[in-house]
C-alpha cells in the first residue's frame, strides 16, 4: 500500500513510515522481491553511495483491485466491433452524464473550492481509486494512485476524458484543470493540476 500511494521508496523510508527497523523493512522487501511483487534499482543522489528505491511491479499492481477487467475490455471490444465506434461514444457520453448527476447530488450543497475538491476526493477513493489532494502556491493537486478501471480505459481511452470532463464540470466554470500524470500513459499514477482562474 505504502509503494502503490507514495511510489518508489528506500528501505530506509519505509522503515521509518511504518515504524520498524531497517532490517525489519528489508527483510519484508526481500520476501516480496521474491515473490515478483516487488523490483528495486539503484539510484545517485549527488556524494556517497547510490541509494536502492523498491516500487511495485505489474505483478504487485496486479494485487489492486482492477473491476472485472478482462470482461469489461471483452465488451468494449464486442461493442466497437458489432456496434461501432459511434455506439461506442454513446455509451461513454451516457455515462458521463450518469457521472456527472452522481456526483452533483454529493456536491451541491459545498461551496468552497477546496471543500467541493475534498469531498470530490472522498467520492474517488470510495469508487477505487486511492485518490487524495494536496494545496499549494499553485492551486490544487489531485492525486489518484490507482485506477480499478484501467483495463477499459487501455482499451478506450474516452472513459478518462469522461472523467475529465466530469470533474470540470463538479468543481465548476471558474477552474482549470489539466492532467499531469496519466496511468494509462505508463505513469505510477494520476495526477490533476486544478486552479480558480484569475478574474
Known amino acids: ?13 519505509i522503515a521509518q513510515e511504518l515504524g520498524i527497523t531497517n532490517e525489519g523493512a528489508r527483510l519484508q522487501l526481500l520476501k516480496f522481491t521474491e515473490e515478483g511483487l516487488v523490483s528495486s534499482y539503484n539510484e545517485s543522489q549527488g556524494v556517497g553511495r547510490p541509494k536502492q528505491f523498491f516500487n511495485l511491479t505489474a505483478l504487485g499492481n496486479a494485487k489492486f483491485p482492477d473491476t472485472h477487467a478482462e470482461l469489461t475490455v471483452k465488451l468494449i471490444e464486442i461493442m466497437r466491433d458489432t456496434l461501432g465506434a459511434e455506439a461506442l461514444q454513446t455509451v461513454i457520453d451516457v455515462s458521463e452524464q450518469s457521472g456527472k448527476t452522481r456526483y ?14 475534498a ?9 477505487g481509486y486511492m485518490a487524495e489532494y494536496t494545496k499549494d502556491k499553485e492551486g490544487y493537486l489531485l492525486i489518484e494512485n ?17 472523467e475529465l470532463n466530469i470533474f470540470k464540470h ?10 499531469l500524470d496519466h496511468i494509462v500513459s505508463g505513469d505510477r499514477r494520476c495526477a490533476y493540476r486544478i486552479a480558480e482562474i484569475s478574474k
Not at 1 to 13: C, D, E, Q
Not at 147 to 161: E, L, N, R, V
Not at 170 to 179: E, F, H, M
Open 170 to 179: 463538479v468543481l465548476g466554470d471558474d477552474v482549470q484543470i489539466s492532467r
Open 1 to 13: 500500500m505504502l509503494l502503490k500511494t507514495r511510489g518508489a521508496l528506500t528501505a530506509a523510508s
Open 146 to 162: 490507482h485506477c480499478p478501471i484501467c483495463a477499459a480505459a487501455k482499451s478506450c481511452q474516452g472513459f478518462c476524458s469522461a
Open 104 to 117: 452533483l447530488n454529493e456536491l451541491e450543497s459545498i461551496f468552497s473550492l477546496e471543500d467541493r475538491i
Open 119 to 127: 469531498k470530490l476526493t472522498e467520492i474517488r477513493s470510495r469508487e
